[in-house]
Each structure stands twice: as structure tokens, then as C-alpha cells.
């Protein structure tokens, strides 16, 4: 399969999905501004935080291994989770996000570059075999570790999909599961309830025992595996939650 031209940060996910919308020279203009300035905004906020991280004593082992891990927890963790994945990305590891080819999926791009991390372009919901694939290259290629959420991205809520078991199976990559919870929070009107932590609250961190998935599974041994990393992320969950009270 011949691969397409990437830059350094980001790797595509061929076929890219066509966007109704265009990219114009004033939507360009306006991305460029507006990203770091939001990016400036949710670091402001992250800085406020009391983030308390626990368990990532063997993910650390990974990272300085440099051996490429599927990082998984909930669509919404979303808000919390990237301020601990940057501080991986510090430690070298290939953290890669999942992004939509649409325009709205443009915009996260740039703030993911403003973040750090890289980016593969793909649609779990209109595709997920060729995320699936597009993931599989940052893996095997790049050595990169995704991102996944692992009910995302249109839920059922906490009912975590197989796309990371299926990811761990056909590349031996980890599967590490996370979670957060924070202390005080006002939460989105979306499926997930998206929490966005209050300034100046504690939010807790756990990282779970990396998972690892063998090769050869039946469909049922497969589930298995799936409902092990749902119960392990919400376990992670409960202790989160417990440890902010």
C-alpha cells in the first residue's frame, strides 16, 4: 500500500473524507489566530488545577522504553486528559490524537499543534476500519502511541468499543487504560456530560496496568477482552471519583 506525504507532526489516514466546507484564506486567517489564544485559555485553566497523578509507574517503564502504547479512557475525559498526555509527549512519547477530516476537525489540528502531539486524520464514525488502519501506520510505522476514546465518538456513554483491543491485537502495542474525575465541575449538555473542572479544583489522575492482548482471538475471546478494558477503565473511574470525594 503506498503511503501518502506527510509532515513530521501529522500522518493522514488515506482516503481523507471530503468536507462540505472549504478551507478559505479568512477561515485560515481566523484558525491561525484563534488557536493559540484557546489554547492559551485551557492552559490558563490547567494551571489553576491540583492535578494528583497515581499509577503510571509502569507506563513510564514503557515510555522510556520507547515502545508504542494505546492510551484509552473516556470521550469525557477529554477536557482533562490532554494535560497529562502533554506532559507524555515531554517524555517522548509519540502521543497521536484521532482527528475528523472535517473542517471542524482543521481546527483541532491546530490546536493539537499548539499542544503538542501528532495527528492522524480519520472518522471512527464514518469509518472505522480505515481508522483502524490509519492508527494500525502510527503504531507499526511511526512508533506513535493513540489516542482512543474508548467510547467515543457518539457514545453509548462508559460502553467502551473495540477499536483498542483491535489495535493492541494486531500490533502487540499495550493497551493502557486512564481515567480523571474532578473535584467540582460543571458539565456540558453533551452525551458524554463532559465535566470542565472549576478553577482552582483538585483533579485526580489514574493510570491503570497495561493491558496486553494476544494475537490469535476468537470474536467471543475479543469481547472478553473489551468488556476487561471497559471494567478497568470504569474502575479507574470509580477510584478517580473517590479520591476527589
Same mark, same amino acid.
Given at each position: 500500500?503506498?503511503?501518502?506525504?506527510?509532515?513530521?507532526?501529522?500522518?493522514?489516514?488515506?482516503?481523507?473524507?471530503?468536507?462540505?466546507?472549504?478551507?478559505?484564506?479568512?477561515?485560515?486567517?481566523?484558525?491561525?489566530?484563534?488557536?493559540?489564544?484557546?489554547?492559551?485559555?485551557?492552559?490558563?485553566?490547567?494551571?489553576?488545577?491540583?492535578?494528583?497523578?497515581?499509577?503510571?509507574?509502569?507506563?513510564?517503564?514503557?515510555?522510556?522504553?520507547?515502545?508504542?502504547?494505546?492510551?484509552?479512557?473516556?470521550?469525557?475525559?477529554?477536557? $482533562?486528559?490532554?494535560? /497529562?498526555?502533554? !506532559? =507524555?509527549?515531554?517524555?517522548?512519547? *509519540?502521543? @497521536?490524537?484521532?482527528? &475528523?477530516?472535517? $473542517?471542524?476537525?482543521? /481546527?483541532?489540528? !491546530? =490546536?493539537?499543534?499548539?499542544?503538542? *502531539?501528532? @495527528?492522524?486524520?480519520? &472518522?471512527?464514525?464514518?469509518?472505522?476500519?480505515?481508522?483502524? !488502519?490509519?492508527?494500525?501506520?502510527?503504531?507499526?510505522?511511526?512508533?506513535?502511541?493513540?489516542?482512543?476514546?474508548?467510547?467515543?465518538?457518539?457514545?453509548?456513554?462508559?460502553?467502551?468499543?473495540?477499536?483498542?483491543?483491535?489495535?493492541?491485537?494486531?500490533?502487540?502495542?499495550?493497551?493502557?487504560?486512564?481515567?480523571?474525575?474532578?473535584?467540582?465541575?460543571?458539565?456540558?449538555?453533551?452525551?458524554?456530560?463532559?465535566?470542565?473542572?472549576?478553577?482552582?479544583?483538585?483533579?485526580?489522575?489514574?493510570?491503570?496496568?497495561?493491558?496486553?492482548?494476544?494475537?490469535?482471538?476468537?470474536?467471543?475471546?475479543?469481547?472478553?477482552?473489551?468488556?476487561?478494558?471497559?471494567?478497568?477503565?470504569?474502575?479507574?473511574?470509580?477510584?478517580?471519583?473517590?479520591?476527589?470525594?
Amino acid at each position: 500500500m503506498t503511503e501518502p506525504a506527510t509532515s513530521p507532526n501529522q500522518q493522514t489516514a488515506p482516503p481523507k473524507a471530503v468536507s462540505k466546507r472549504r478551507m478559505t484564506p479568512l477561515r485560515r486567517l481566523i484558525y491561525t489566530l484563534t488557536a493559540p489564544l484557546i489554547v492559551g485559555l485551557i492552559r490558563l485553566m490547567w494551571w489553576t488545577y491540583r492535578f494528583e497523578i497515581r499509577g503510571d509507574e509502569q507506563l513510564r517503564e514503557i515510555a522510556a522504553e520507547g515502545s508504542p502504547m494505546v492510551l484509552a479512557f473516556w470521550h469525557g475525559d477529554l477536557f $482533562m486528559m490532554p494535560w /497529562y498526555l502533554s !506532559r =507524555l509527549t515531554e517524555l517522548g512519547v *509519540g502521543v @497521536t490524537y484521532l482527528v &475528523s477530516p472535517s $473542517m471542524d476537525g482543521e /481546527y483541532a489540528v !491546530r =490546536l493539537l499543534n499548539v499542544i503538542g *502531539g501528532r @495527528t492522524v486524520r480519520g &472518522s471512527a464514525t464514518r469509518s472505522g476500519t480505515k481508522a483502524i !488502519r490509519g492508527l494500525y501506520r502510527v503504531i507499526v510505522k511511526n512508533h506513535g502511541s493513540p489516542v482512543v476514546a474508548a467510547d467515543g465518538p457518539s457514545g453509548p456513554r462508559h460502553r467502551c468499543k473495540k477499536g483498542a483491543v483491535v489495535l493492541g491485537q494486531l500490533t502487540d502495542a499495550r493497551i493502557v487504560p486512564l481515567a480523571a474525575a474532578p473535584r467540582r465541575a460543571f458539565h456540558l449538555r453533551t452525551w458524554d456530560r463532559l465535566p470542565v473542572p472549576l478553577p482552582f479544583t483538585r483533579v485526580a489522575l489514574e493510570v491503570g496496568e497495561p493491558m496486553e492482548v494476544p494475537k490469535d482471538l476468537t470474536e467471543d475471546e475479543v469481547e472478553i477482552h473489551r468488556q476487561l478494558l471497559e471494567d478497568r477503565i470504569n474502575k479507574l473511574g470509580r477510584r478517580a471519583g473517590e479520591r476527589v470525594g
